[in-house]
């Protein structure tokens, strides 16, 4: 059995049931010698055999774990030896105790139940014949064996409940264990889902500024202005290496680490949107106080809107508005552009049919940030994105 709880108690059961039936059968051998009779020697002989066959049956059970069949040859012969035994010692009666419990565990409920019984009338006649009939002689073995029989019972009640309850416990470990592996595979693809809205709304648009960049520059008819557009794409680029090493280095975005937010677009507009012929406005209070990761989010969903802006909306002008009201913060990206053919009431739906990753990214950040991400666009009149987010979930 494996080990539980109730090792112990079953432990100790055995323990005491081999201790009992070894000292009813030095009983019957201490009778034998200080109250000899022609049948003395038998008794004492035929009494170590039980013994010495019993001795042999716990040390069976240890070695061959799940022989039934061996169990039950081994207790046919315990029982034979013990009729021989009881035929010419009556004190062998006693010994009927001990195997009560062997009867119940090893021929199961019913034919243990039925066995029990069998030996009590046994040994209930045993003692009358040889000893006298009396009332404590017949009632005696039938109240040891009622009381054998509930505690042979509960043992194996305990039994079953140790097993479900190492049941219960295997299966368990096994489900934390399951648990424990989808909860990193979670982490790993929010992580993975992390990485890919910081590179679209980072590199990617960077990347992307390069090329237009360089494209603009072979199409200048003349030096200065494609020798620009190459210091552009080159300072655009080193500012892509440097996100690229915070990327490693997993510290806040370096255009916040020294400046505001309102500074942060402000200095965008005037370096990257600006030179690809976006006119940004930025409408940003410099004493607004947000947490860190708040306008780390921010930030990159005005890049990635933005980056919507230049590429797909053919606009000229475009309005980024911050404003906290009632610790309720309103976040705006407006523009001229060419907006969408239908308007869009779901946004997450929308992001979800969508082939822009740009609109998904934006998506999931408003979500994480426990905020509603509404778009309002129309074909010919621009398109808006608006944020509102609730300070007291950054309190």
């Known amino acids: 059995m494996a080990h539980t709880a109730l090792t112990p108690v079953f432990v100790g059961l055995r323990t005491g049931l081999h201790v009992l039936f070894f000292a009813l059968t030095g009983l019957v051998i201490a009778r034998a010698v200080f109250d000899p009779s022609d049948s003395s020697v038998t008794a004492i002989l ?8 019993y001795a042999s049956g716990v040390l069976l059970a240890r070695l061959s774990h799940g022989r039934r069949l061996l169990s039950l040859v081994w207790v046919a012969l315990l029982t034979l030896e013990w009729l021989g035994l009881l035929w010419v010692s009556a004190d062998a009666a006693y010994l009927v ?18 066995a029990i019984l069998a030996s009590t009338i046994v040994a209930v006649y045993a003692l009358g ?6 009332v404590g002689g017949v009632v005696g073995p039938f109240v040891g064996a009622g009381v054998a029989l509930l505690i042979g019972l509960g043992y194996q009640a305990l039994a079953r409940e140790a097993q479900q309850r190492e049941a219960l416990v295997s299966e368990l470990l096994a489900t934390r264990g399951q648990l424990a592996a989808r909860e990193h595979e979670s982490g790993v693809l929010a992580e993975r889902a992390r990485l890919a809205r910081e590179i679209h709304d980072t590199l990617a648009q960077g990347l992307s500024s390069i090329q237009m960049l360089l494209h603009a520059a072979e199409r200048a008819d003349d030096t200065r202005p494609g020798i620009e557009h190459i210091r552009l794409a080159r300072e655009t680029a080193a500012a892509n290496l440097v996100e690229a090493r915070r990327f490693i ?15 942060a677009l402000r ?4 370096t990257q949107w600006a030179t690809q012929g976006l006119d940004v406005q930025v409408r940003v209070s410099d004493t607004i106080v947000l947490p860190m990761h708040l306008q780390t989010a921010l930030l ?31 976040f705006t990206v407006e523009d001229d552009g060419t907006g969408f053919d239908a308007e869009i009431t779901e946004p997450a739906a929308a992001a979800e049919r969508s082939d822009s990753f740009g609109l998904r990214a934006t998506a999931e950040r408003v979500q994480q940030l426990g905020g509603r991400l509404e778009i309002d666009a129309a074909s010919g009149r621009g398109t808006t994105l608006t944020v509102d987010l609730p300070l007291t979930e950054f309190a």
């Open 129 to 134: 014949i040889r000893g006298g009939w009396s």
């Open 97 to 114: 105790f001990p195997l009560f419990f062997l009867f119940l565990h090893l021929l199961g409920r019913w034919a243990g139940s039925a």
């Open 300 to 330: 990159r969903i005005t890049q990635g809107a933005i980056a919507n802006v230049i590429q797909h909306a053919r606009a000229k002008t475009a309005t980024v508005t911050i404003s906290v009201e009632n610790d309720q913060l309103h």
């Open 46 to 53: 035929l009494a170590l055999i039980v013994a010495g066959t």
């Open 267 to 270: 200095r965008l507009a005037r």
């Open 249 to 263: 280095r997993e510290l806040t975005p370096p255009q916040l680490d020294d400046q505001t937010l309102g500074g």
